[in-house]
């Protein structure tokens, strides 16, 4: 079989794989990806009273003009601070539960588990007994934790860690709106022992960057803990135990162990193990979690600033995504929020590239 | 020297277990205030003085809601069942399309390849919203707004099931498909009988992956579902709102019944899962 | 595994195909008793059942629905222009003007005058701005009210302090107020001295407007509102009688249709209200809750004063008005539309007629809502009520309060739901920040507020070619700086 037919039938057979996903893809990706672009250079409204009319970059020219775009770009940037924070966080985890959890002397285990048990369930009585039914709810969950973690070990704990990922979008939300009440909220109870005036969480403008001088119209109430901290607290739980964990755990599980013998060896401190083999081989692992950390965080905040705050308190938590939400359905006014949107894309795909120049550069050595 | 490991193992234990439990105290408030009565919910301690284990009865419409005496408006069932067979179809067609088109970038040569699959590659960076409205004026004009066909089609097509499943398929070595080639079989063949049972780990990867992210989806289905009997979990949710105001102990109670089942079905996959994401890896 | 992969496909797409035959049985089938079946969108009140049973009965071919699940506006909007909106909506003020903007909301001038419910005859003048977009009546009211001050009684006894009269001014009613606050590092001991008290009594007692009476200028920036704000920031911040709206919202915790500000009332925590008759609804219920305490604790010997169950004495009276000039009060409405894009748009303009009837009035009133909106049925079917609640005197000072009130103009150039928008923030900002001055906040927003104006005009060349002709410019900057003193 000469060459060129083989590669004209392989191009039909192709063309047949691909045709579901690429028709799906034309549909619901190109389609509307070309129409939002023209979109942005129109006034395309969901008013009958605003013809369609093309505009040029009128809609850009205004976006750039617009002081709330860069409150709102600041607003994003500042979310993602979480990012950085998680990752760490994901694979400190992820080392963490690579240890050996499996004692030697396997009887260890069940009498271990058996213990703990035993003494939680007394501690939980007593303190039921004498009047504390938080704390004694508490000390039985610590008992449940302990027993099925020295039972199972690492397995288990991989599943408490992964639980906050679960949870449905809404409900998790609406369960954190609730913790983070300044009166009632099981935070600021726990926090009020301590402080004298424990943070305003979702009520505040406060942020861990107020120090700052910020222009005036980004609303800056000042050092503290504020509605930005809130989401990225949420954030952070969710994200810790979740999928960037399960990631690196993989990554840890391909390191070669001759690797680590050598160090040992040389003898090589723990931190430095880490530092000159764990970290370097987890390289791509965390080169991709950045680059999908970067592509998912610049467009998010949505659900929260839609459920939790409303973009408050004086658009702190307003996120880009949020704002193009508001332009195009609250203001109707779809033309913009479209220009809004590509600007958003323009930026996130310029960071990209420049996370993978930075990253393959990085990886090479 | 065998103590001090065994030694040193209880107190990694120990290290896990407070982290664990730090993790799970939103969980353990959702529990308690789920079988807390309305009144009790704002109040500091984590379980109910008066429990109301009716929450989880009132919430599948067997027991009346205390406010109004009636059996809630609302069909909770219906919303379970809605969100599987959607998350279900949805994972079943992205699965199978994604691994079809991995199938023609990684296995299949021809011209163009590359530049097709980058453009590919860089959809996954716009922004969702970017698409939201014009998909939705796409539904309009298709008569798909407000069915299951409608929740289903757009995010049955994705560029990153294509992406994971691309890198899986890379890392099978070709002597594989060659030899399959030398028995005479064809593309279909080989892409059914040798490269998707040795490509697995990453079905299962991307399954679970696609379904939890269905499963959990909240815009398109704000914007596309109307009618009761279309309601997904989280948009269900949000209408236990009582005549006073959302009725949390309600809400906590769907949550927990929402849960409880997908973390069954976590411990039972779990080896799936990790020895998926360890054979794929993240090659670059 | 050896399981073929073939044969897992089939099994996981025999599957589901079984479910899709389960998820179509399932579906529920439509009425087939030859009603047209009606869709209203609008919230979980107690009293809608009555009022859907009182219209299904007077007109046996339709079977009026209630939709609470998918309220709000953006909703409404984006179902209604793919074809899946309600036959009715509800919508609040400023969303009136919106739904009617994106031409949602039907021109029913033509049919309110075959079917009896036009503006001019049927609905309170007060509230024309309100239900009219562009001269064209675009909806009916389902209720209407202004704003009075509500009082619990037991809290002015408690501190001593007479009730408040109805001829009060501001200085007068934010002394009393403080009177009757007392913060405590406790909540349970904190009184407010009111709530539901901010920048826009102030606004509205002076008769404030946003726009000029051609629509084409912003008054955002003027007089009204500045006093509006700086009162605004002195009640919180100086004279600390009222929790700042983040406060409420954390006070209330579960929020919603205003029950946490209601419950607060009822359990104490505020001695004065503004707000209107609708309370009553909500009121009634936690009034009954109490009276069953007390007699709870009367049947345990009633012995110690001290942990005797309050029950709710209400007082009411006019809102205070500005030094120096008669009261003004703004009158809202929430009032119903018709989806222009319904198929059975005709039929849905029944329901109009029957927010306009007697039936509809006797049931609001019986029901201790707002007032109708027509009001030549105003006093249809008022009780005496709950003599505890003093109902009636809070149904006469709610009807002695419209002869007072006025509501917004509406500008072609710019919706109110923007003006609003743009405020809210600035409020939000100054709640969060005593330090920035007044004016700089307006400047801020009026400075926001012309831009989305100009932006309207730059849209539509109908629109900017109207501003033109009555301001002479195009530019809406120019348009204000001309005018300025």
């Known amino acids: ?365 | 020297m065998l103590i001090w490991q065994e030694l040193k193992t209880f107190l990694r234990h120990l290290l896990m277990i407070a982290v664990a439990i730090l993790m799970i105290v939103p969980f353990l408030w959702m529990i308690g205030t789920s079988f807390k009565p309305h009144s009790e919910v704002e109040r500091e301690s984590l379980l109910p003085e008066q429990p109301q284990p009716q929450n989880y009865s009132i919430v599948l419409r067997r027991a009346p809601d205390p406010y109004t005496g009636k059996l809630l408006d609302l069909n909770f069932p219906k919303w379970y069942f809605n969100s599987l067979f959607i998350a279900a179809w949805v994972t079943a067609l992205q699965v199978l399309t994604s691994c079809m088109a991995a199938y023609a970038f990684a296995r299949i040569e021809w011209k163009g390849r590359d530049k097709v699959f980058f453009l590919y590659l860089s959809t996954m960076m716009i922004p969702g919203l970017v698409l939201m409205l014009p998909n939705y004026q796409i539904m309009v004009a298709l008569g798909l707004v407000n069915t299951y066909i409608g929740l289903i089609l757009p995010a049955a097509f994705s560029a990153f099931g294509t992406f994971l499943m691309r890198q899986f398929m890379l890392g099978i070595p070709k002597s594989y498909d060659e030899a399959a080639e030398m028995d005479g079989a064809n593309h279909l063949q080989i892409f059914l009988d040798v490269i998707l049972p040795l490509a697995r780990p990453g079905m299962i990867t991307l399954t679970i992956f696609t379904f939890l992210g269905n499963f959990q989806s909240f815009f398109w289905p704000l914007v596309m579902i109307k009618d009761d009997y279309l309601r997904t979990l989280p948009i269900g949710l949000l209408s236990f709102t009582g005549q006073y105001g959302p009725q949390t102990e309600l809400i906590m109670a769907a949550t927990v019944m929402n849960i409880v089942p997908l973390i069954i079905l976590f411990i039972a996959m779990q080896k799936q899962l990790v020895a998926g994401i360890q054979l794929g890896g993240v090659k670059g | 595994m050896v399981c073929s992969v073939r044969i897992v496909l089939g099994t996981v797409f025999g599957v589901l195909l079984a479910l899709t035959v389960v998820a179509w049985w399932l579906k529920p089938a439509p009425p087939r008793d030859g009603k047209t079946p009606l869709v209203w969108v609008s919230d979980n009140n107690p009293e809608r059942q009555r009022q859907i049973q009182a219209f299904n009965e007077l007109h046996p071919d339709l079977d009026l629905r209630l939709d609470y699940g998918n309220r709000g506006l953006e909703k409404i909007i984006v179902q209604s222009s793919s074809g899946v909106g309600p036959d009715l909506a509800d919508g609040y003020g400023a969303q009136l003007q919106t739904l009617a903007d994106a031409g949602i909301a039907w021109d029913v001038t033509e049919a309110a005058r075959a079917g009896g419910f036009d503006m001019v005859s049927n609905v309170w003048p007060a509230v024309w701005q309100e239900v009219s977009y562009q001269g064209r009546q675009i909806c009916y009211p389902c209720n209407v009210s202004a704003n009075i001050l509500i009082y619990n009684k037991n809290i002015f006894d408690q501190f001593g302090v007479p009730y408040p009269s109805a001829d009060l001014d501001w200085d007068d009613f934010i002394a009393l107020a403080k009177r009757v606050t007392r913060v405590s590092p406790s909540s349970r001991d904190t009184v407010y001295g009111v709530t539901g008290l901010d920048w826009r009594f102030f606004f509205e007692s002076l008769q404030g407007e946003y726009f000029s009476a051609d629509g084409t200028r912003l008054l955002v920036a003027e007089e009204p509102m500045r006093i509006a704000f700086q009162r605004h920031q002195q009640i919180l911040f100086g004279e600390r009688i009222t929790p700042t709206s983040w406060e409420m919202r954390t006070m209330a915790g579960q929020g919603g249709w205003g029950a946490g500000t209601l419950n607060l009332f009822a359990s104490g925590r505020f001695a004065m209200m503004v707000s209107a008759k609708w309370v009553l609804i909500r009121l009634r219920v936690a009034h009954q809750d109490q009276m069953r305490r007390l007699a709870q604790w009367e049947a345990a010997g009633g012995k110690n004063l001290s942990t005797r169950p309050a029950v709710l004495r209400l007082g009411s009276a006019l809102l205070p008005h500005a030094p120096g000039r008669p009261p003004s009060y703004r009158v809202g409405t929430r009032s119903v539309i018709v989806n222009a894009r319904s198929p059975r748009r005709e039929q849905a303009v029944e329901f109009l007629k029957f927010l306009a009837g007697p039936v509809y009035s006797r049931l609001l009133n019986e029901g201790a809502d707002s007032l109708p909106g027509n009001p030549a049925y105003v006093d249809l079917g008022v009780q005496e009520g709950v003599a505890d609640l003093a109902e009636l005197e809070m149904h006469r000072t709610q009807v002695a309060a419209m002869q007072y009130g006025y509501s917004l103009r509406k500008s072609p150039f710019l919706l109110t739901s923007d003006v609003e928008r743009v405020i809210h923030t600035q409020v939000s900002r100054m709640e969060s920040n005593p330090d920035v001055p007044v004016e700089q906040l307006l400047a801020d927003a009026q400075e926001e507020l012309l831009r989305l104006m100009q932006r309207n005009l730059d849209r539509a060349p109908a629109l900017k070619a109207r501003y033109r002709k009555l301001t002479g410019t195009a530019d809406v900057r120019a348009a204000h700086g001309r005018r300025q003193p």
């Open chain 1, 1 to 365: 079989m000469n060459t060129s037919t083989r590669e004209r039938g392989n191009r039909r057979v192709a063309l047949l794989f691909l045709a579901p996903n690429f028709l799906g893809f034309c549909l619901f990706a190109l389609v509307p990806l070309v129409l939002s672009l023209a979109g942005s250079f129109t006034t395309w409204s969901l008013r009958p009273s605003v013809p369609l009319q093309f505009i040029g970059l009128t809609n850009y020219i205004q976006l750039f003009q617009d002081k709330n775009f860069y409150f709102y770009l600041y607003n994003t940037g500042y979310l993602m601070l979480a990012m950085p924070v998680s990752i760490a966080g994901a694979l400190t985890l992820a080392v963490l539960l690579n240890q050996q959890f499996q004692f030697k002397r396997a009887r260890y285990q069940p009498r271990l588990a058996l213990t703990a048990a035993v003494i939680a369930a007394l501690g939980a009585a007593g303190l039921w007994l004498t009047g504390s039914p938080s704390l004694a709810y508490l000390t039985a969950a610590l008992g449940l934790v302990s027993a099925l973690g020295f039972l199972f070990g690492s397995v288990s704990y991989r599943t408490f860690f992964y639980l906050p990922h679960f949870t449905a979008g809404a409900a998790t939300i609406i369960l954190w709106s609730q913790l983070y009440n300044p009166n009632f909220g099981l935070i600021n109870q726990v926090l009020g022992r301590f402080m004298e005036q424990p943070p305003g969480w979702l009520t505040s403008t406060k942020s861990l960057l107020g120090f700052l001088p910020l222009p005036a119209h980004f609303n800056n109430g000042g050092f503290g803990l504020g509605a930005r901290e809130a989401i990225m607290i949420m954030g952070i739980w969710g994200a810790i135990g979740g999928n960037t964990m399960l990631l690196y755990l993989a990554g840890l599980s391909n390191i070669p162990p001759d690797l680590y013998e050598a160090a040992d060896i040389d003898g090589a401190s723990p931190w430095q193990r880490f530092w000159h083999i764990t970290f370097p081989q987890l390289a791509p692992t965390t080169f991709f979690v950045c680059i999908m950390g970067v592509i998912g965080g610049l467009q998010g905040g949505f659900e929260q600033a839609r459920l939790m705050t409303e973009g408050g308190p004086a658009g702190t938590t307003t996120t880009v995504s949020y704002y193009i939400y508001t332009q195009g359905f609250e203001r109707l006014d779809l033309g913009y929020g479209s220009a809004v949107a590509w600007v958003l894309f323009v930026l996130i795909l310029a960071l990209t590239l420049a996370n993978w120049k930075y990253g393959s550069r990085r990886m090479a050595d």
